[in-house]
């Protein structure tokens, strides 16, 4: 499952998820479901409807990209020995998890050149595509960053260099 799924990080992550050969479920907003199924999410979940916490259904491993959740929210919906990976966590989730009975994963990745060829591989391939909603030039930088904070953005946002 991964929460977070229709933006930058979530996107790849559907897709990659997917390539694996994952079952894959999707939690976003009502305007990022479309853009979900398109990429291969066997099940989404509208996070303005239903709460994926509360759902009953669990999961061998929880994506959650947001970073706004405790880790208590989690508990119910990962299942025994399962995972949580956090791309964003707060300093309150390093914390928590030193404690916790739940197996969690935080922070970031230490990318290897052999990691992004094979990502290189996969989009020239055609099995994993980048998700653009908007580009912006690079005078409108500022605008770029207020669209991206809204959290309405379905993927990702370029910020165009030259013409």
């Known amino acids: ?15 990659l998820a997917k390539y ?16 979900l199924s398109s990429i291969g999410a066997d099940h ?4 303005t409807q239903e709460d994926f916490a ?8 929880i994506f959650d990209v947001v970073g706004k959740r405790s880790l208590s929210d989690f508990k119910r919906p990962l299942k025994k020995n399962g995972l949580l990976l956090l791309a964003n966590p707060k300093l309150s989730h ?6 916790s009975s739940m197996r969690v994963k935080a922070g970031t990745s230490n990318p290897k050149t052999e990691d992004l060829i094979f990502l290189i591989e996969l989009i020239e391939a055609g099995k994993i595509k980048s998700i653009v909603d908007r580009i912006f030039p690079l005078e409108d930088t500022a605008k770029a960053h207020k669209y991206v904070e809204t959290g309405t953005k379905k993927g990702h946002v370029i910020i165009k260099i030259v013409e």
């Open 54 to 61: 509360q759902s009953g259904e669990t999961y061998d491993v």
């Open 44 to 47: 989404v979940i509208d996070y």
């Open 20 to 35: 694996f050969g994952a079952d894959v479920t999707g939690v976003d907003s009502t305007d990022k479901l479309d853009v």
């Open 94 to 99: 390093y914390i928590r998890s030193r404690f």
């Open 1 to 15: 499952m991964i929460n977070g799924a229709g933006g930058t990080i979530g996107t790849f992550a559907v897709q």
